[in-house]
């Protein structure tokens, strides 16, 4: 059994990342697992990307630069969005590999038209990373309503061109002509595709990520702090995005909780450190913010989560949130909003703190409150081990994968 997995990017960070580690644990299990991806040059004979020069920097550089030109103006709102419009080698290069069956994963940035699908030939798989094969060209939606009824509504839009619209219609005839399993990182991404009309006739299932527990681990708290040069009698709160723009991932909501928090508590300062990339000058000012740049080396990147009191994941929407259980599966309480894939990893006041939607008050009161009371965060921490122990294992995730191509080649 083959399996080619299709993703826009090979990398470590976000859904790419996501993606390759599974196309890996895979592979270590047996399965015989390949990568395409639009930047691969062809690492070794497992990972591929478009046979030529010109077919690479047209799906890697060109075309994403144009979508993102277009969709910069047409968008409805400031969040990513994809069109999808011209035709690629993708389903080309893929058949080459001659797949069982075909895992999509994000393959935004015009890496693939919903039109190609039917050209795959074999079973197709899609991992919803993000809530854009459920929607229109819009990554995650303004308007929870407009998706359900196919951005129909009159004022929906006030451009002239109805982007999320035009896209849908052609999603809707795409997935008519194929059979979709469509498996979501979280049950928040299940229950949006159960009210997608694009989704409603595919079978649709959660299969959650994964974590490392030997690479995130809990590690001495001490010698942490030393290393990103953090007080050992201060109380650290910390936050990590890849974007600080997107107004999605709550960064603003965030700001106003801290300056609601005193600077000391008890005697100890308070140290909010931010991971990714620069927030400004003035906004560190303003905050007192530590900034300690990106991050890319994974056990790196552990001693930083082991180094703080909380991690704090103020997302306004999140498929699942991947820094919330890499800092969970290092024993660091999270605080973060009842919402998305949060739900799935915390739970209230056991592992962590689940503030009301969008509520700075609230996400102040929950910081406030892990920090203050030390027995309390002790016991989360202890907890989000357990949690992470025995929910998001690497076995549970490669089994659940694996059971299901066992499915779909069997039904053929």
């Known amino acids: 059994m083959r399996v080619v997995h299709v993703s826009f990017r090979s990398g470590k960070g976000g859904a790419s990342g996501a993606a390759f580690r599974l196309h890996k644990r895979l592979a270590d299990a047996g399965v015989d697992s390949h990568f395409y991806s639009s930047n691969s040059t062809g690492v070794d004979d497992r990972e591929h990307g478009p046979r030529t020069a010109v077919d690479r920097a047209l799906q890697a550089r060109i075309v ?7 969709g910069a103006r047409l968008r409805p709102h400031h969040d990513k969005h994809s069109i999808n419009f011209f035709p690629s ?8 590999l001659r797949p069982d069956i075909v895992n999509l994963h ?3 940035d015009g890496m693939l038209r919903p039109e190609a699908l039917k050209g795959f030939g074999c079973p197709l798989v899609w991992t919803c990373h993000d809530l854009w094969p459920l929607l229109g060209a819009e990554h995650y939606f303004r308007d929870s309503e407009a998706f359900r009824i196919g951005y129909s509504s009159p004022d929906y839009e006030r451009n002239s061109v109805n982007l999320n619209r035009w896209l849908w219609k052609r999603k809707l005839k795409s997935y008519k ?3 979709i399993e469509v498996v979501c990182n979280s049950d928040w991404v299940r229950k949006c595709a159960l009210q997608s009309e694009l989704f409603r006739s595919q079978r649709i299932r959660t299969i959650h990520y994964a974590i490392d527990t030997e ?6 708290r001490s010698k942490c702090r030393e290393m990103f040069d953090v007080e050992a009698g201060s109380y650290m709160i910390l936050f990590g995005a890849d974007t600080l723009k997107n107004k999605r991932k709550g960064f603003d909501l965030l700001l106003e909780a801290l300056k609601k928090i005193p600077e000391s508590i008890g005697g100890r300062n308070v140290v909010p450190v931010v991971f990714g990339p620069s927030c400004g000058n003035d906004v560190r000012e303003s905050a007192a913010l530590r900034h300690v740049g990106y991050i890319t080396d994974q056990q790196l990147l552990s001693h930083l989560y082991s180094a703080a009191d909380v991690m704090v994941t103020p997302s306004r929407k999140e498929a699942f949130g991947l820094t919330c259980l890499e800092a969970l599966s290092c024993g660091t309480p ?9 739900l799935d990893q915390i739970k209230h006041m056991d592992n962590g703190w689940l503030a009301e939607e969008e509520s700075v ?12 009371d030390e027995g309390l965060r002790i016991r989360m921490g202890e907890q989000a081990l357990r949690t992470v122990r025995s929910r998001f294992t690497i076995e549970r995730e490669v089994n659940g994968y694996e059971s299901l191509y066992s499915e779909l080649v069997e039904g053929l």
């Open 64 to 70: 994403p630069r144009i979508e993102r030109f277009i």
């Open 89 to 96: 080698s993708v389903v080309r290069d893929v058949r080459r």
């Open 106 to 108: 994000w393959v935004g």
């Open 177 to 179: 002509r194929v059979n």
């Open 215 to 220: 690479l995130f681990r809990p590690r001495d």
């Open 334 to 342: 999270v605080v973060a909003f009842k919402t998305g894939g949060y």
């Open 361 to 372: 008050d609230s996400l102040r009161e929950g910081i406030s409150s892990v920090l203050l």
